[in-house]
């Protein structure tokens, strides 16, 4: 039995990631940040740094076109969706 090889990315793999798919990210519907954290799966941290999209509204990907749901990963780097509600500045 082969064991398969797990590629473990660094916040700086991650980063470069980030800094190629963010303009795109930010104009898919409910979207209001993009970042680097860690991954959370059924309210659980996980120890896996992935790509955090911050959504105003979560939103089942069945009531989406395909070309506006967001990628479970990104050029093999993990992403996770989480809702924040709406981004306020305050100055």
Do not use: W
């Amino acid at each position: 039995m082969k064991s398969r090889k797990i590629k473990v990315f660094t916040r700086s793999d991650i980063k470069k990631i980030k800094e190629k798919y963010e303009k795109d990210l930010l104009l898919l519907p409910h979207v209001v940040g993009v970042g680097i954290g860690y991954k959370i799966t059924q309210e659980r941290e996980k120890n896996t740094l992935c790509l955090k999209v911050y959504v105003s509204k979560k939103t089942p990907s069945k009531e989406l076109s395909k070309n506006k749901t967001i990628p479970t990963q990104l050029d093999g780097i993990l992403t996770d969706v989480e809702e924040i509600g709406m981004v306020k500045a305050y100055a």
